[in-house]
């Protein structure tokens, strides 16, 4: 019988071999590169600056493949992680993780390509790696918990192409637009059915809110987003999906921007996570009677212990802290809410109404009992795109982990008072508002909360003393405390910050 999970996957390797990745072997790829006739192998992995790297390979003859596959390679950890690593002792490994494996999409010699992990001279993996760290947090948290930490996120973005009069959008109003008013869709496809074939897991895409037009050229919001998995995995797919966009966009001689703030007064590009509980393969996100469980209100006190600090991985450049005001549809304070896009955390509506809808619109349909409160999450929304995506999915991995540790009674406290079911920046909310913390106005704020927390995230050895000042002195020298109002009364000023941070993350 077809395994459901791998049956159509878009993915040329795991169609070939009819395997769930993560049971990919050496040989199984062996015999893909002898059958496919791969001619290159590729290694891909990200460095401190958060962007991939790539190191090519000759396949020259069989024996050297798999060298190659089983020996990995020397690189300069020098020059990839300049922070942490001086010239005089600078060797690295990069190993690959097998079930990464994917056909280049872009090129025409068959190539194969593998995210990779970093390893040091001792064949240990390398502490201040980010895909480390990750998986330390991970470990830490099932060790911990019992449970298993998923996640997945959405990509918001920015596409820019010439101005065409025909059928102008409305500023500010591309929420789901069609064709002929997004002018972008089909590269938006386009660029979901290439992740697919990286692997990446999608659930839908949408032309989003943000569009307007500036010096002849046309701004148009779109976003991808992923299905839940292992938080590993999540990572390694936004992290390829970028990759994929920004190649795909210079193939159609169009531009693309991450940045969370591209211009004043305009929707900014978010990078929200979703999460979920997972126990023995079951979501515990939902109690019994599908409702927020228990479990799940103890991690998001654990995220709301953790949000000012949680910005040190999320929120790295200035421009971040422009999409972070009021009434833009992004978060400026501590608190969460059931469908609230004003909190930070939101948990979003989900099928758990006991109606079969499909029934309902579809008279034909046979009612059924398909289990649907398995689609349930709670999702952070204050990241973007300037995020450092494995430091990330590992300090959120962190705070829930912290809420769970926490005293039953005092996590459910703060989540009872950090809870908002009402849009908290309307006037009339004022005296709500003021109770709540506030998240941090700049890098440099956000630094200090890092600093103030930092023995909570280097507990089980998940981030390394040394990662953590490094992301402090990065933070610090963008010496942003007055840039917002500076640069909101300076539109040069704010031209050039734009500029500056046009292509992070």
């Known amino acids: 019988m077809m395994d459901k999970k791998l049956a159509l996957n878009p993915n040329e390797v795991v169609a070939f071999l009819k395997k769930d990745p993560k049971d990919f072997t050496r040989d199984d790829l062996i015999n893909f590169i002898c059958e496919k006739g791969i001619r ?11 962007r991939v790297k790539t190191l090519n390979f000759t396949v020259n003859n069989l024996e050297y493949a798999e060298t190659v596959l089983t020996e990995g390679e020397r690189v300069d950890g020098s020059s990839l992680f300049p922070s942490f690593i001086e010239a005089g002792n600078s060797d690295l490994y990069v190993i690959p993780r097998y079930r990464t494996a994917f056909v280049d999409p872009f090129i025409e010699i068959p190539t194969l390509c593998f995210l990779c992990g970093f390893y040091d001279k001792s064949g240990k993996p390398f502490d201040c790696a980010p895909h480390a760290t990750l998986m330390r947090a991970e470990k830490a948290f099932e060790e911990s918990t019992g449970m298993q930490f998923e996640a997945m996120g959405e990509l918001e973005y920015y596409v820019i192409c010439d101005e065409d009069p025909l059928f ?4 500010q109003k591309g929420y789901h637009e069609s064709e002929p008013f997004a002018k972008l869709n089909d590269f938006r496809r386009d660029c ?3 992740v697919a074939r990286t692997g990446g897991q999608i659930k ?3 032309s989003e809110v943000g569009n307007f037009t500036l010096d002849g050229k046309v701004y148009e919001q ?5 299905l839940p998995c292992p938080v590993e ?7 390829l999906a970028k990759w994929v966009i920004r190649n795909l966009a210079y193939k159609y001689s169009l531009d693309v921007s991450f940045a969370p703030k591209i211009t004043t007064g305009k929707a900014g590009s978010g990078m929200h996570i979703h999460m979920r509980l997972m126990k023995d393969g079951v979501n515990v996100t939902l109690d019994k009677e599908g409702k927020l469980s228990e479990l799940s209100r103890r991690a998001i006190a654990g995220m709301m212990m953790m949000a000012p600090s949680i910005t040190a991985f999320g929120n790295k450049n200035p421009t971040s802290y422009f999409r972070l005001v009021p009434h833009q549809e992004a978060p400026t304070n501590v608190c969460w809410g059931m469908s609230n896009r004003s909190a ?10 006991g109606v079969d809808m499909c029934a309902e619109v579809n008279p034909s349909e046979k009612p059924s009992d398909r289990k649907t409160t398995g689609k349930q999450t709670f999702e952070m929304r204050s990241p973007d795109c300037s995020a450092d995506i494995y430091q990330l999915m590992a300090g959120l991995c962190v705070a829930a982990r912290i809420g769970l540790e926490t005293p039953v009674d005092q996590a459910l406290k703060l989540a009872d008072d950090t809870f908002v079911d009402i849009d908290i920046h309307k006037s009339e909310n004022a005296a709500r508002l003021a109770a709540l913390k506030q998240l941090p106005t700049c890098c440099v704020e956000s630094a200090d909360c890092l600093e103030k927390d930092r023995e909570i995230y280097q507990a089980a050895g998940v981030f390394r003393p040394r990662m953590i000042d490094g992301i402090i002195k ?6 942003d405390g007055k840039l917002h109002k500076e640069a909101t009364a300076d539109t040069k000023l704010m031209r050039n910050l734009v500029a500056k941070f046009f292509y992070c993350g």
């Open 222 to 226: 779109n976003e991808i987003e992923f």
């Open 40 to 50: 290159m192998i590729d290694f891909m992995y990200p460095a401190e600056d958060g």
């Open 168 to 171: 102008p959008a409305t500023d």
């Open 474 to 479: 990065a933070l610090r020298a963008q010496n």
């Open 233 to 239: 995995t999540a990572a390694d797919q936004l992290l």
């Open 192 to 194: 979901m059915d290439h």
């Open 344 to 353: 930070l955390v939101r948990v979003p509506l989900g099928w758990n109404s």
């Open 204 to 206: 839908y895409g949408h």
